[in-house]
Every structure is written in C-alpha cells, then in structure tokens.
C-alpha cells in the first residue's frame, strides 16, 4: 500500500491518515524528504504508528516523537564531516560558503558547516547568499574573488549550484567547489558540463563501495533496470529490511512492538552496517562523490565516529 505525497506537507499528512485509519499499516516508509516527513510526522506520533524516512536529513524529523526514525545522517553531521573533507583532504584554512536562504536545508547545512570548519581552525572569509532560481551569481562570485578562499562550499541544489560553477569558471575562479547530497542528480553534470567536473558532495552511499548484501542489490539492479543503483533507492530498501528485521526480532506485528524493536537495531543492509540509537536516529559513515569526466564517482569515505568527534570539538 503506498500513497503519493507529492512532496507536499499537507498531501503527505493525508497520506499518512489514510494508511492507519484505512489500511491500517502497522509501520510506514517515508516520505523521501523533511518536510512532508514533518507533515506527517504528528500523525504517526498520535496513532503510535512507526514510521522511517530513507532520506529525511533535517534533525528535526526524529524529534517529533519516538515513532519517528531515519535511515540517512543528519544534517548537523552532514555539514561537519563536509568541513572535515575541506580540512582534511583539500587541506583548506579559508573558506567562502554560499547558501540558498529559501531552502532551510541549505540555511541549517550552511551553519552547520561554518560552526565546525572554524571549531577545525578554518577561517570562513566570506558568507553569501542567494535564492532558489537565481540565475546571477555575478555578486556573490566577485566577493568570492576579492577573498579568495581556499574552497567554496555551497550545500545548494543542483541547478544552483551548476549555474553558479560555470559562471565561476567563466571568471577564473579555480577553488575546490564542496556541496551536499542535494547535488547527486544527472542534471548537476547536464546543466554544469565542464565547470562541474571535480566538484565534491555527500552522499548517503555508492555502489563502487558496496558489499554483502549491498553488492548483491547493486548487481541485481543494474540487470534489472540498466542502470547504476543510486543512494535513494538504496535507503528505501533499507528501510524495508530494517522494518522486517524488527518485526522479526519483536515476535510481533504490533506497532508499538516494532518501535521499540527499531530503536535497537543493529542490521547489515544495503547502504552498509546501521546501529540506531533510541532517539531514531542510525550511527552511519559518510561518503564523498566527485564528478570526473562527466560521470559521478567515489571519492572517499569519512567515518561515523569522525563526525562525533568534530561535534564534540564543536561542544555539541
């Protein structure tokens, strides 16, 4: 039984409604995005119904309740380990963040990132803005010329972020560009061509890397639909097997049996080994993709336990 919420709140609040009152579902997968997950967050908590995001990133989604869990990192990880790749592996001391003040996703991400690359001994010599549809990048890219940073990070959208790289290839900007996961879409690379090729992002996992029962769903997708598994669908699965899996544990099909199976589940699924923590929220590594003659491909891995240690640094 599914119910399409359009990415919408109020839609994914209906859908949510339905599934209990009228199907009565005992535990429910989504919705992809925070929003909608918040939408439907209250009814879930209410009914006492768990449900799991695959990719419901904002903090705030597991805070509602205890029914309500994810399968993905957390935003306030995201942005850390995101400055730990600036540090770490570019080796940046300077940073210039632009952030899209219409999305609280990139707002949040943004800050996230600027309190830890200066919690690491970075300095963020510049913090710009823009807007979802902006097509002008000319202010913002000027400021980032006349501070020259070492890296620019910009935890945008893609079509923000490839119309943004190109303008700064066209000035000559040649700094590392760092982004987010919401940059893990074909349309990066078409709208971006060259001026994309070797921006860095976060991603929830690869196929490049996989292994077990992670491997096995890469090469049976690829056969099936042709083409590479991505993260998205991975965390989806993930969040089946982490379902099942407490069902199982909990000798019971009963939802408040599976919520407290879930907040102890410890399971090796697709996107890698999940441990989550009671607060719904699972202990997961972090992956970096770059984009490398047109393609998307691993770049390296930053672990779990790093990103603790960077909050702890940050006295989170």
Known sequence: MYFDARTEPVEAATG???LIEVEKVVAIIGTMCSGPFLGAAEIVQAAGVPMIGPTTTNPLTTQVGDYCFRACFKDD????VAAALARDYFGAKTAAVVIDVAQAYCVGLGQYFIEAFEAL??????????????VDYTAQLT???????DIIYTPNYY????????????????????????????ELIQIGGEAV???????FWHPAQATGIGLKYAEEYKKYFGREADAFGALAVDCYLLIVDAIQRAGSADPKAIK???QTADLEVVTGRTIMTPEGNPIKDFYFLKVEKGEFVFAT?????????IKALMGK
């Open 16 to 18: 949510a409604t339905r």
């Open 77 to 80: 990880d995201q942005g850390p």
């Open 121 to 134: 001994g970075g300095k963020v010599v510049a913090t710009l803005y823009c807007r979802s549809g902006d």
């Open 143 to 149: 400021e980032i010329q006349r501070v020259n940073p």
């Open 159 to 186: 079509t923000e972020v490839a119309l943004m790289a190109r303008q700064a290839r066209d000035l000559g900007l040649t700094q590392p560009i760092l982004g987010a996961d919401g940059l893990f879409a074909p």
């Open 197 to 203: 090729e070797g921006i860095h992002f976060t991603t």
């Open 260 to 262: 407290e199976a879930l």
């Open 301 to 309: 891995m930053i672990p779990a336990s790093r990103a603790a240690e």
